[in-house]
């Protein structure tokens, strides 16, 4: 037990029994029942052998949380959750027990079949069902897809376990009493809809947090599972301190661990006291089990993953300066290949090195997520590649100790491309629309590649290819089908460029091992290597074939962060524009390129593997959704009296 | 005009002026609001020009449904349908005109940012504004993610628009009245939620139909954008039929038509008149203006495609007769074919041609949707490909009149194969993970195919590739990544084997040119020519690696047509074993095999190409969502006393 809590706090803690409360943040697999009970009652145990009151467990605890239609299709996992909550039920003693888990609306006609519950358990059996009111249906969420919304916040009796309807709401308190101290449980989208914090700009028009309020409860409890984000961790804590401190009353908050396919969620479960005062906060991006005593005001808060406080001031311009989100977005990223490959039964992750900066970025990813000999770095050299590349990437993979072999592709490539040049004389004498420039080459080169990493994956057990597409290049569509977009996990997907840039320079100095990535990697212009630019005779560069990356990733964050259009864009002045001279018209190509290239990069963002969200917003296709036929849209609008023009004109021609 | 109506009606139809309606089935573009607009002005010349009282429009109609997170990301379209809006009333005379849109609810802070819209427009003004109350959160609809559901329904003033909240609702009738006439209006999903209807199982507890007939209309009008599915139109029929009884009031149903992406819309839009009998029907899978009386019961109704009203009766057993659902199967993926290539701006397709029955189905299709010209099928046979399936390939091609070329890929193969081999060694001196048998090489041969094909994709402006995936292929993860797989768009990744099968002599049959697809292609036992069976020595089936296709894909029926789980499939009488002995052990296998490809096909699944959704249910991910995490699922379930002894051990092992 000792390693449960510093010593410091041993003593305290547990001389203050009442009102002790174990925080059991875990790391779920979604749909793994079996798995997931397993971990309740390990930390049941453990929360019964220092006798707390209480033991808390995230959102949706025996199922994982998204479980999306996966209930629909497998409705006899919903029936295990039943059978197992109930039979963890019978384990417990004094120590009362708050488990999520999916609640079937048996007997019950209108409305979803689910409700996404909590049940409190005591002494052997269920003493009580909370039910979340609140379904987000924004960004990664689709609650309300599955579930309904229940019509009463709190608690309600045990007997209404599967068969509860609105008819049946019994006006009993909602507030739920263990061991002389009152309890106000809510469910996480519960507890984000405070319209004093929020300056009334609300999803819904109930406050869960605020009705249960009116029963004065001592603490109030809140069970989430909720992904980390870009600049949503001082969101997160203004808002549960300004809850805690609005109605003077503790606010014990806890959050599921671990990645589920696209979502990283951090952890971080939190206890603030009345004041509003965070006096516990578990670990982020680890499983951890946290003794708090919010009454007394005690418990040990454990720093949050480092430098995340200082994303949470919101960015009002923007910069270069990533720093403070870097800890953050590689602890997001690692936990995200971590738990994709653990979940799924994979180990070994197999990976093209170029030399440049987004292969060398995730192979670091990768050896830190899988441990360095399970990675296997090669390098696949073609007639265009510099010996500077090729050099870079043996260094890297030296560097950082996983295996690595060189696999030059010029004879495939020279194959296939003889090959293709012949179909392609067929084809012109059908059809007459070849380009006359084209990037089929270029392609070629990546789609070889892509080849042998997924021949090494088909021949090596538990292998994944991974794609090194970035976010930057991935708005711009400036990725190769079947090529670098290609893999089975795609680790940089949401991090644009300049970010990739600060990232490699933070993980040369962060990580135990010093300058991994070879200092020449990040000075050089990134370019995919598989052009020459007809003007300088040298490799084509990207910012060549798109625009400058600086310039790039503030249109990105502007429409991201700041919501804004082409016209407020091409009026406001870029980073890129204080310090170097910009000609408008160079403003306007760029701009038009960037929606351009945008709009049709929608079919490629809709066939990216599962990729890890990290920023406030992203191009995931969980997270954005745009179809692909909308791709001609005007992004420039149209004024009332241009459209009165082209009315009267197309009037003309119909007559 | 006279193209307008049969002769026969003309004078009986436009002799009753007074309740005359213009139903606009029109095919918008999504997010293009020019374009829809358009469509719009013409067809409201079209309806002031008959002098009909009425033209009514689809759901949506100067956004396009569905429109999804594009109105968040580029709110200048909200903005400009807004400004389209309000022009076009300018042009609206006594003909009215009720036309869908996005509202955008200004100055009102709780809920989402828009309402899913209908403006009622005449004489040069907004008369009205009609906003839709259930919002469809299931399947490939995700309304609830970003529209606020409407507190009222039926009609509220012209100054609510972008400005109308609960605390506005005007006590006014929720109908409108037309030359004299009362219409009570909704939009979709609003008329689907009849409790006597459906047995009072429905989604949610109120009822805008019920309510809008308190004030006893005359007639009803409801604007949809309603995908066609397997199963649905008999269902909509009844529906339509009993509510238009139930309530002795005609029924107006206008249906939007042409694709977006994965959703099909069938059109078919039609009225009913007050004793439930269908006066009218519009064509399914075209854009048409059908002038209708529903007072008088004068109106034209032209035929559902062919064999749609016999798909309606549900069917209660797995059958291989799929004849009645084959004219609608067909149109509904050319129609997808068609729209995808035309609204994205793509014009031929190039397809590899196997001899096969997947890729013969397939050029037949696009040949019908694209015309024979923009076709391109390519035969690139490997030394396992027989000289029957070559020959295959080129009859096919010579039938259809597309064009046709042969590009063997042996050196291509060869050489990529000796240089995996190479690759293969080195990775054996780091890994000790090779398996003993692999599908390495088989996946060679279809991914060399892909890069032949997105070369030419590359090279030839506004060409796509296809791929070739079919439905029971997918769920068994029998596809190959960056190979069959791999395409811009996949037109039979909703339809089954045995339906293929069927689908393909239904076109030998009624298509204009008898016998196009030759016999022997659907004579053959399907496989992909990839390996060679060691036993038979013949190249191995599909059916050697998986199970008989009728076995297989009666399953996949009974999985999304019954919900059935593995022990209701394990128990019940299958086609297939009323005519073969199929012992028990058998049996289990062949179901385990199921589930078990199954929870490893998830991550293909989530990388598909665009495709369109045929059946009731499908895998099609914007229809289907499930964590790829997920795949360790216990599809058997547990039982209580299991689970009882389980949790014994694992107290055992924990203390």
Chains 1, 2 share one sequence.
Not at 266 to 293: C, P, T, W, Y
Request: glycine share 4%.
């Amino acid at each position: 037990m000792t390693e449960l809590f510093a010593d410091k706090f041993k003593n305290k803690i547990l001389s203050q029994k009442r009102g002790l409360i174990g925080i059991a943040q875990i790391n779920p697999i979604a749909g793994n029942i079996e798995y997931n009970a397993k971990k309740v009652v390990k930390y049941i145990n453990l929360a019964q052998s220092i006798e707390s009151d209480l033991v808390v467990f995230p959102e949706l605890t025996l199922m994982g949380y998204p479980i999306e239609d996966t209930i629909d299709r497998y409705p006899i996992i919903v029936e295990d959750n039943i059978k197992w909550l109930k039979e963890i039920a019978k384990i417990t003693t004094k120590t009362c027990a708050i488990i999520g888990f999916v609640e079937p609306r048996e007997d019950i006609n209108v409305g979803k079949k689910y409700y996404n519950s909590l049940a409190v358990i005591q002494n052997g059996a269920i003493k009580s069902i909370v039910r979340k009111s609140l379904l987000p249906t924004y960004c990664e969420f689709n609650d309300y897809r599955y579930f309904e919304p229940s019509p009463v916040v709190g608690c309600q009796s045990a007997d209404t376990l599967c068969n509860f309807d609105e008819s049946k709401i019994e006006n009993c308190p909602k507030t739920i009493i263990i061991n002389g101290i009152k309890y106000g449980i809510s469910i996480c989208e519960d507890c984000w809809n405070n319209k004093e914090f929020f300056n009334d700009n609300v999803l819904y028009s109930k406050d869960p947090v605020e009705e249960l309020s009116k029963e004065n409860p001592d603490v109030f409890i809140n069970c989430s599972a909720s992904p980390t984000r870009a600049k949503k961790e001082q969101l997160k804590h203004n808002m549960l301190s300004f809850i805690s401190k609005k109605y003077k009353t503790p606010f014990v908050y806890v959050n599921q661990v671990g990645a589920i396919d696209n979502s990283s969620f951090d952890g971080s479960s939190r206890v603030f006291n009345k004041e509003g005062k965070l006096i516990a906060r578990a670990k982020s991006f680890e499983e951890q089990f946290l003794i708090v005593n919010p009454i007394k005001n005690i418990g040990e808060i454990y720093p949050l993953t480092n430098g995340s406080e200082k994303t949470l001031a919101e960015v009002k311009e923007y910069t270069l300066e990533y720093e403070p989100d870097l800890e953050r977005t590689y602890k997001t990223i690692l936990q995200g290949i971590r738990d994709y490959f653990n979940k799924t039964g994979f180990e070994k992750a197999v990976i093209g090195l170029s030399g440049g900066l987004d292969s060398s970025v995730c192979a670091v990813l990768l050896a830190d997520a899988l441990g360095k000999d399970n990675v296997l770095g090669i390098s696949m050299p073609s007639v265009i590649t510099s010996s500077e590349s090729k050099n870079d990437a043996q260094n890297l993979a030296q560097n950082l100790g996983i295996n690595f072999l060189e696999a030059p592709i010029k004879n495939v490539v020279d194959n296939i491309d003889k090959t293709l040049k012949e179909i392609f004389k067929k084809v012109e004498t059908k059809w007459n629309n070849r380009f006359e420039d084209s990037f089929t080459m270029d392609n070629i080169q990546a789609r070889s590649r892509a080849i042998f990493l997924w021949g090494i994956s088909n021949e090596f057990s538990k292998t994944l290819p991974i794609a090194t597409s970035d976010k930057s290049e991935l708005y711009m569509g400036y990725a190769t089908i079947n090529g670098d977009m290609s893999g089975g996990f795609a680790p940089i997907a949401d991090v644009p460029k300049t970010k990739l840039f600060a990232l490699a320079k933070w993980l040369n100095e962060n990580r135990a091992q010093k300058n991994t990535i070879p200092q020449s990697v990040i000075n050089k212009k990134p370019g995919a290597e598989l052009a020459i630019n007809s003007e300088t005779g040298e490799p084509l560069t990207a910012e060549d074939a798109l625009m400058p990356y600086e310039f790039l990733d503030e249109i990105i964050w502007r429409i991201e962060n700041k919501k804004e259009n082409y016209y407020d864009m091409l009026n406001a002045k870029f980073l890129y524009e204080k310090h170097k001279n910009l000609p408008k018209e160079q403003k306007i190509e760029w701009l038009d390129k960037f929606y351009r290239r945008m709009s049709n990069a929608l079919y490629k963002w809709s066939i990216m593997p599962p990729s890890i969200i990290v920023d406030s917003r992203s191009i995931n296709k969980h997270d954005y959704k745009q179809p692909i036929t909308s791709s001609k849209i005007n992004y420039k609008g149209i004024s009332e009296k241009e459209i009165s023009e082209k009315l009267k004109e197309f009037l003309l021609c119909q007559t």
